[in-house]
């Protein structure tokens, strides 16, 4: 399950939409049944890391999910698809993203609490939540 945010600058006009959650084909399972699937779903760098854990230990599990980010130092958002790989509930890895304006480390944010952002396409902080358009997805 998961949720569907539409974002929309006062300013400029500009709108996007952010996912935050489970569900469509990400969802979490056993890394080799992931392996095993025809269609790879994730950034090539993170499915490389993914095939060479499963060559290491085969009893791996995949959480996956759909997460909001907000990079520190641009205050531009952007979602992102998050993937962890456990082993008896240990985490073998996790992934870490970078702004791809400024390259800076993203933080993971409660959109829930956010107010306003940096619109990404005219940079003023007037990028907002459009309430009345807020999906839900199984």
Not at 15 to 21: A, D, I, K, T, V
Not at 67 to 92: A, G, M, N, R
Not at 102 to 121: F, S, V, Y
């Amino acid at each position: 399950m998961g949720h569907a945010y539409k974002y929309r600058c006062e300013h400029c006009g500009y709108e996007e939409q952010f996912n935050q959650g489970h569900g469509f084909m990400v969802h979490s399972q056993p890394l080799g049944e992931y392996l095993k699937q025809s269609q790879k779903l994730f950034h090539y760098k993170t499915q490389n890391v993914l095939e060479d854990l499963a060559k290491e230990d085969g009893n791996l599990y995949l959480k996956a999910g759909f997460q909001i980010y907000k990079c520190p130092k641009c205050k531009i958002l952007q979602d992102k698809t998050e993937v962890t790989v456990f082993k008896d509930e240990i985490v073998i890895h996790k992934s870490e993203f970078r702004c791809s304006a400024c390259r800076t480390r993203l933080k993971l944010t409660n959109i829930h609490r956010l107010k306003k952002a940096i619109c990404p396409n005219c940079h003023k902080r007037t990028f907002q939540m459009n309430h009345n358009h807020s999906d839900l997805w199984n």
